[in-house]
């Protein structure tokens, strides 16, 4: 985490919500858009009679605000857009345990060892390729070939993303330091196109100004649902690379939630089958809730993609130290 961030964060702390214990409603900070989650919190708001009050924001900026407010905090429940910036809060210490039959809806994977948060939603690391231009055959089977000389120019990569840190972080963890910051520097060596964002890659692709880039698997599905017709698809790295690692949104309750009750109700409401097919069908992602089908369709089930095993707590210690890393590369610049 970055002085930079921190600054917007302490910026976005102005006039902040009260809390539970104060207003009588439920805050949440949240990492996912107002247009994404607004019509979820209104369910549940209007079957449960709760009143919510909701602050929007970068994800890493909000676990920073979080984290800067400390015991201050109005924040009951924090929902996060990447594994990283739940696991910076609970390295703080700032979640608190979740009741077992909450977990137990979630495969061990997505969930917190310790049982500070739970994940909502899964989304997988793929490559997103241009069917006119390539044919999946001439993809890199892993994502360390990528500074291989086959593949000079041909791609894009998101380095300032937060799924993109995620899996520099795991790249690390797995890897080591030295290895990734060699893989950072061959990608920027081999010409690697640089993107602010995910979307911005598949758009890229699809207009064949890129022949493939790295990309959550739900960008894609985004664009193919808007247009049928773009000339793009999704293909998986190999088995157990690290390319495909599976990455989570995610929930957890605050150190400072007022009603505690309240806000296991609302996590609690975030696993039921309402809110699952609801993230299926609206955001194209996995539903991680035992009984609830992905809409997906250009991609295997969960349960038969065989991705590296991943520690997903410990991704938010690392941020900052993965920020470093990439800038030391010289790839943000690229």
């Known amino acids: 985490m970055v002085g930079a961030a921190l600054a917007v964060a302490v910026a976005v702390a102005a006039g902040a919500a009260c809390s539970s214990s104060e207003s009588g409603a439920l805050t949440i900070y949240s990492g996912r858009t107002q247009e994404l989650i607004k019509p979820l919190l209104d369910d549940f708001a209007d079957t449960t009679g709760t009143d919510i009050e909701v602050r929007y924001g970068e994800t890493a900026d909000l676990a920073l605000l979080i984290d800067e407010e400390g015991d201050r905090s109005p924040a009951d429940v924090f929902l996060s857009q990447s594994p990283g910036a739940t696991g910076f809060l609970d390295s703080k210490g700032r979640l608190t345990k979740l009741p077992q039959a909450i977990l137990d809806q ?78 950072l520097e061959g990608i920027k060596d081999n010409g690697a196109v640089t993107y602010a964002n995910n979307i911005a890659i598949v758009e890229a692709v699809g207009r064949g100004e890129i022949e493939f880039g790295l990309v959550n698997h739900y960008y894609n599905e985004e664009v193919k649902a808007e ?89 938010g210690g690392e941020l900052e130290q993965t920020k470093a890393l990439i800038e030391q590369s010289g790839l943000e610049q690229a």
Do not use: C
């Open 106 to 183: 979630v495969d061990a994977r997505f969930r917190a060892e310790d049982g500070d948060w739970v994940g909502i939603s899964g989304r997988v690391r793929v490559i997103v390729y241009n069917t006119e231009l390539v044919d999946p055959s001439e993809l890199p089977p892993s994502v360390f070939d990528l500074a291989q000389p086959e593949y000079e120019g041909r791609f894009g990569v998101a380095p300032t993303n937060a799924s993109f840190l995620d899996f520099v972080t795991a790249m690390r963890e797995q890897a080591g330091d030295e290895r990734t910051l060699q893989w």
């Open 227 to 315: 247009d049928p017709d773009s000339p793009t698809a999704n293909h998986l790295f190999e088995t157990e690379d690290l390319g495909g690692i599976i990455l989570v949104t995610a929930a957890g309750i605050l150190d400072t939630a007022g009603d505690r009750a309240e806000a296991r109700d609302f996590v609690d409401f975030l696993l039921s089958k309402q809110a699952q097919r609801y993230y299926a069908d609206e955001t194209l992602e996995y539903p991680l809730a035992a009984g609830v089908e992905p809409s997906i369709t250009d991609l295997p089930p969960l349960d038969e993609i065989v991705a590296p095993e991943i520690d997903l707590s410990s991704l």
